[in-house]
C-alpha cells in the first residue's frame, strides 16, 4: 500500500500499534510513513528528496554476470529512458556507459535509489555496478575470493564486467568510463594504469594511488582494522 521498494519499519509507538515505515525504491528518494497498524492506513510523513517526486526517474535492474574463473557477480544496471524506451532493462542501442565501483572494498551495492544512477542516466549514460569479489553480502567464500586480489582478480571482474557490457550492446568498447570513490578510486587509477585501452577516461574521488603507502599510513586507533587489511590486501 505504500508503494514499489523496499520497506523498513524504522521506529514503532510503545503500544506497537503506530510504525515509521521507510520506503526505498529505485525511481524514487526514500519516503517515509506513519503506518497505522490497526487500520492498515498509512500517511506520507515526507519524502527525502521531494524536489526529485516530479522527475523521470528510470529503473534500476540486477543483473548477474559471469567472471572469468565462474564466480557469479550480481551488479546493477541503470539505462537512460532513450536507450529503453520500454524499461524492459535491455538496451535498444548502445549509448557510452560509466562503469561504477564501491568503495570498502568490503561493502556492496545494492538494489536502491542511487543518485549517482540517476544524475548519469539523465545525461544519457548506462550506469552498471559490480559487487566484484571481496565484496560483503554473498557469504565468506565470496569475501574471501578478494584476498591479496588487490590489482589482480578483483580488478579482473571490473574488466568482466567491461566485456559484459560490449557483449551485451549496452555500450559501445571505446566509450567506456570506470568511477569510484575510496577502493573505487584505486581501482579506477589501477585500470587506466595497467589497461589503459580499456577505458576512455576514469574518475578517482579519494582513491589511494599506493598500496604500500597505505598501509603504512593506517593511524595507531585503526589498530583493530589493521589486521584486516593485512590478511586480505597483504603485509
Same mark, same amino acid.
Given at each position: 500500500?505504500?508503494?514499489?521498494?523496499?520497506? +523498513?519499519?524504522?521506529?514503532?509507538?510503545?503500544?506497537?500499534?503506530?510504525?515509521?515505515? #521507510?520506503?526505498?525504491?529505485?525511481? @524514487?528518494? @526514500?519516503?517515509?510513513?506513519?503506518?497505522?497498524?490497526?487500520?492498515? @492506513?498509512?500517511?506520507?510523513?515526507?519524502?527525502?528528496?521531494?524536489?526529485?517526486?516530479?522527475?523521470?526517474? +528510470?529503473? #534500476?535492474?540486477? +543483473?548477474?554476470?559471469?567472471?572469468?574463473?565462474?564466480?557469479?557477480?550480481?551488479?546493477?544496471?541503470?539505462?537512460?529512458?532513450?536507450?529503453?524506451?520500454?524499461?524492459?532493462?535491455?538496451?535498444?542501442?548502445?549509448?557510452?556507459?560509466?562503469? #561504477?565501483?564501491?568503495?570498502?572494498?568490503?561493502?556492496?551495492d545494492r538494489w536502491s535509489f542511487n543518485p549517482f544512477h540517476q544524475l548519469m542516466a539523465s545525461r544519457g549514460y548506462a550506469v552498471l555496478s559490480v559487487n566484484f569479489r571481496g565484496s560483503t553480502g554473498f557469504g565468506k567464500k565470496f569475501v574471501a575470493a578478494g584476498n591479496g586480489q588487490w590489482g589482480k582478480k578483483m580488478q579482473d571482474d571490473l574488466l568482466d564486467a567491461r566485456a559484459w557490457l560490449v557483449a551485451g550492446g549496452v555500450a559501445p568498447a571505446d566509450k567506456i568510463a570506470i568511477m569510484g570513490g575510496s577502493y573505487g578510486g584505486y581501482a579506477t587509477l589501477a585500470a587506466l594504469t595497467m589497461t589503459p585501452d580499456a577505458f576512455a577516461c576514469g574518475v578517482d574521488i579519494v582513491g589511494p594511488s599506493n598500496i604500500i603507502t597505505l598501509l603504512e599510513a593506517i593511524p595507531p586507533y585503526w589498530g583493530s582494522v589493521l589486521g584486516v587489511f593485512r590478511s586480505r590486501v597483504g603485509d
Open positions: 500500500k505504500l508503494g514499489e521498494g523496499d520497506r +523498513v519499519v524504522v521506529s514503532r509507538s510503545l503500544d506497537d500499534r503506530r510504525w515509521v515505515v #521507510m520506503v526505498n525504491g529505485d525511481r @524514487q528518494p @526514500q519516503r517515509f510513513y506513519l503506518w497505522d497498524r490497526r487500520s492498515k @492506513q498509512g500517511t506520507l510523513l515526507f519524502s527525502a528528496r521531494p524536489e526529485l517526486d516530479d522527475k523521470p526517474l +528510470v529503473r #534500476m535492474h540486477p +543483473v548477474t554476470i559471469p567472471a572469468r574463473d565462474g564466480l557469479e557477480l550480481v551488479s546493477y544496471l541503470t539505462l537512460p529512458a532513450a536507450a529503453d524506451p520500454d524499461g524492459d532493462g535491455k538496451a535498444d542501442a548502445p549509448v557510452p556507459a560509466v562503469l #561504477m565501483v564501491h568503495g570498502g572494498p568490503w561493502g556492496r
